[in-house]
């Protein structure tokens, strides 16, 4: 168990409609990161936040926005869903205290029908 | 542009023996290099990591070599256990700015076999 927690585990919705995905990270990590797995794809790095900051862009699309509370969860919003959205969202997080290391959660398999 | 490379899909051992996966990497600005391994409908688990600092990390089972000069890292599992089956994942970043953020490989399957 990383200590990072998703939900859903799940979401299947259709074209057109919006979810959001959340994320809780470890305690005491200031840092959230989202990334995109597809079929084929590698895992894609989104967006980043520090603290309730951006703090950096990866490929995330225009449709899609994220952002950190002050209790440092994270939701990652997906608007106007395309079929070519359907993959696994990881979120992790790290304490950026000179490490690099990053631990995921277990993910949130989204399928847009 | 892929900045990390896995060029080995899939990788099959026996039980016992030597597992060893690679990566290779373009961007010189990389610093810092980890090992995830991924089993199916789980996200991903932290292995190892190594700081270009270092050549050789260990931990365990789990032995990571870097060779900047090639712009070359490898795991190597020995000895290799039927539960070390899953996708290995090798990433990299430069910790130059204020973001860490990972880019990865596209994995490798290993399988070990009873």
């Known amino acids: 168990d990383s200590g990072v927690t998703q939900t859903p585990k799940h979401l299947i919705t259709a074209t057109g409609q919006r979810v959001t995905l959340r994320c809780s990270p470890r305690s005491g990590d200031l840092s959230v990161y989202w990334y995109q797995q597809s079929l084929d794809q590698g895992l894609q790095f989104l967006i980043q936040y520090y603290n309730g900051e951006e703090r950096a862009k990866g490929n995330i699309l225009e449709r899609f926005s994220a952002q950190q509370f002050p209790d440092l969860h994270s939701e990652l919003n997906l608007s106007s869903l395309e079929l070519g959205d359907s993959a696994l969202y990881f979120c992790?997080?790290?304490?950026?205290?000179?490490?690099?290391?990053?631990?995921f959660g277990p993910g949130t398999r989204l399928t847009v029908l | 542009d892929q900045q990390v490379k896995q060029n080995s899909p899939s990788l099959s051992v026996q039980e016992g023996r030597i597992s060893i996966l690679n990566c290779d990497y373009t961007n010189s600005m990389f610093d810092y290099f980890l090992w995830y391994k991924k089993y199916p409908a789980e996200g991903p688990t932290f292995l190892i990591s190594?700081?270009?600092?270092?050549d050789k990390n260990e931990d365990g089972r789990f032995t990571v070599f870097l060779n900047k000069s090639a712009k070359h890292l490898s795991l190597h599992i020995v000895p290799s256990q039927p539960g070390d089956s899953a996708v290995y994942f090798c990433?990299?970043?430069?910790?130059?700015?204020?973001?860490?953020?990972?880019?990865f490989g596209k994995g490798t399957l290993l399988t070990v076999n009873p």
């Open positions: 190594i700081s270009s600092i270092k």
């Open positions: 992790a997080s790290s304490d950026d205290r000179g490490s690099d290391t990053q631990y």
């Open positions: 990433a990299a970043s430069d910790s130059g700015g204020s973001n860490y953020k990972l880019t």
